[in-house]
């Protein structure tokens, strides 16, 4: 009887003992086609400039390579910096006046064009706002009508540049030094404002007073102080 049982008990623990199944099979990887990504010109920052200038520009879109070329007009840049498929660092040579096309070449021969993608307007002459005065009722600080007009007229002058203006604000002899610096200080800050409303930024402006230290004409009377109630603006070259 124990025999038996011993026989149990091995049959028992040989039945548990069975092999386990053999793990599934991997399944082969699936093959998944590249997408191509669409070679296009989609802007260019700034997108105008000047006559008689090379402007650094940055040529925006998607699907750029490695060794891509520019051409703006019938014009190639003079240097490429690739900075990614969607963005490409560009140098482009002084251009003729008019509209012109953007144009990328990749290495492959792949190419898009982005129409009428950057204007070059005619040269402004600097000269016109290099050095303006403008001047001023007796102990007013608010500009005139023809200061203001004056002003305005050079607005594409100041916009052709992006260099500091220094407005410096200055009076007449009568009153008192205090008097005549704050005096000065008040009509420079309105020549920067409106300076401001033309879309000059603040980063380029600078303004001081002088008060009377810094006549521009010495001597007595009206025609004098005329001459020395006013505001001067110089851009830095």
């Known amino acids: 009887m124990q025999s038996v049982h011993k026989l149990i008990l091995i049959v028992g623990i040989v039945a548990g003992c069975k092999k386990a199944p053999d ?23 700034p997108p105008s400039s000047y006559t008689g ?30 900075r990614d498929a969607n963005e490409l660092k560009v140098t482009l040579p002084a251009l003729p006046a008019g509209t012109h096309d953007v144009r990328v070449i990749n290495a492959d021969g792949r190419e898009a064009v982005l129409r009428s993608g950057f204007v070059v307007e ?12 403008v001047y001023f009722d007796v102990d007013r600080s608010d500009l005139t009508s023809a200061a203001q007009q004056l002003l305005e007229d050079l607005r594409d002058c100041f916009a052709a540049t992006s260099a500091p203006i220094t407005i410096e604000g200055h009076a007449d002899e009568r009153g008192t030094t205090d008097y005549n610096l704050a005096l000065g200080q008040r ?32 001597g007595y009377g009206e025609r004098v102080w005329a001459e020395n109630r006013r505001v001067e603006l110089t851009l830095a070259q």
């Open 23 to 45: 793990p599934a099979p991997i399944p082969p990887p699936v093959e998944v086609n590249p997408v191509e990504v669409t070679l296009q010109v989609a802007a260019v920052s």
């Open 53 to 82: 200038r090379a402007t650094d520009v940055l040529v925006m879109g998607s699907g750029f390579g490695q060794g891509a070329r520019v051409q703006v007009g019938s014009a190639a840049a003079t240097t490429v910096l690739f």
């Open 122 to 133: 005619e040269s402004i002459d600097l000269a016109r706002c290099g050095y303006v005065v």
């Open 187 to 218: 009509r420079a800050l309105a020549v920067q404002q409106l300076l401001l409303s033309l879309g000059v930024p603040m980063g380029r402006l600078s303004v001081t007073s002088w008060g009377e230290e810094q006549p521009a004409k010495r």
